[in-house]
Structures are given as C-alpha cells and as structure tokens.
C-alpha cells in the first residue's frame, strides 16, 4: 500500500523567501504526482502533475520536482506573498483509479 | 466559473439523522468521486462512479451510500452519522478514470454532527 508523508506539517515564512515543501512515498512504482493547493474550508485545486517519466514541471512561480527512485518531490514556490499562505498537498497515482494524498503542509507567508 | 458545484457548503445534523450532500459537474466527465477529509489528514476516497459503475472502496462503512442519476449529478447519503462522520467531504470529478487524469474538486460540504 502506497503511504505518502509530508514534512513539516506547518511551515512560517516572511514575504519574499522562497518555499520548500517536501513529499515522500514508500513505493516507487507510480504513474505521476500531482501537487494541490487547498484553501481553508475549501476543495482542492490541482497545482502542477508530473508524469513518471518526467524530473520536474514549472508553472509561474512553481516548480515541481520528481525522485522516483528515492521516492520524494520537492515543490519550491518563489518568492513567496501572503496570498500563497495554504494547505499544499501532494498526491500520487499509483493504481488505475486512486489517488494516495499525504496529509499536506499549511504554510503561513507574513507580510 | 464552478465547474464543480457541491450544495451545501455548511451541514448540520443530528446524531443518527439520515443526511445527503449533493454534487453537480458542468464538465460532462464520466467519473465522480467522493472522498472524506478531516481536519489535517488526508483526503479518503470513500467511492466513485465511472459513468454508472458504482466503486466502493474496502474500507468504506455500510453507513454511507451514494447515487448517481444522471452524468451530472451525484449524491452521498449518510444513513446514520455519527460523531465521527463530522468531516469536510470532496467532491472530484475526472474525464475517465485512471491516475493520469487530472482531478477537478468542489469546494466541499462541512459537515456538522451535534
């Protein structure tokens, strides 16, 4: 059974650093990874999805990273603005239908 | 505009009250899905639809159903909530199924068990 960790659970920035979010997996035989953003009271909006067989995808001020073999992504967000304080989930397909979520990172970007 | 639209967005109930969350999709996708979140964990996928298929995931109680008339609408019925049915509960929809789909998700249902 595919287990997915995200550490820390919570993470405190001032405006302007940029942000490392961390995600592990236990079995490396995935079909992609997909980076969500939830904000609070809300649903999820999917960020970025990267294939098996890609290293990385960037969108803006993202940048999504894949390990497979070490079973870790990494999204950095630059430049970080009070407005991407969020819940920041990853997930990874790993069966045909099911996604496995870890429980997320809530950031908090100061002003 | 909401291509995922889950009604309503707070619900209250009352321990052992029968309750149902709705779900709608502008999208024409034809799978939907229901998960369980709650508060700092992982969103649990309780079930979904592939067009009219009905998939239970194992571990989901008898407590919980769901139904889907028609493509774009989908419900979840809670037969019997009890306290620890008090979650956020997603609505995702995708074109087909299959983890190579990119996931469309409502903005939830809070549900409330007093």
């Known amino acids: 059974k595919q287990e997915v960790t995200q550490i820390p659970a919570a993470l405190s920035v001032p405006e302007g650093e940029n942000l490392v979010l961390n995600c592990s997996f236990t079995?490396?035989?995935?079909?992609?990874l997909q980076w969500f953003r939830q904000d609070p009271g809300k649903g999820l909006t999917s960020l970025l999805l990267?294939?098996?067989?890609?290293r990385e995808q960037t969108s803006g001020r993202l940048n999504a990273s894949l390990d497979k073999s070490s079973g870790r992504s990494t999204l950095y967000i630059a430049a970080s603005q009070p407005g991407d304080s969020a819940t920041y989930l990853c997930a990874v397909g790993s069966n045909d239908y099911k996604l496995s979520f870890g429980a997320g990172t809530t950031v908090t970007v100061r002003a | 505009d909401a291509m995922v639209i889950q009604n309503p967005r707070y619900q209250v109930t009352q321990f052992g009250k029968p309750v149902t969350l709705s779900c709608s999709q502008t999208l024409n996708h034809n799978v939907m899905y229901w998960y369980q979140q709650k508060s700092s964990q992982a969103p649990k996928l309780l079930f979904h639809y592939y067009d009219k298929d009905f998939n239970n995931e194992a571990d989901t109680p008898d407590n919980f159903q769901s139904r889907r008339p028609n493509t774009s609408f989908c419900f979840l019925d809670i037969r019997s909530p009890g306290l620890g049915d008090a979650a956020m509960y997603l609505c995702?929809?995708?074109?087909?199924?299959?983890?190579?789909?990119?996931?469309?998700f409502g903005s939830g249902t809070q549900l409330s068990v007093l």
């Open positions: 990267i294939q098996s067989s890609q």
């Open positions: 995702a929809t995708s074109r087909d199924p299959g983890v190579r789909e990119k996931l469309f």
């Open positions: 079995d490396s035989a995935i079909y992609n």
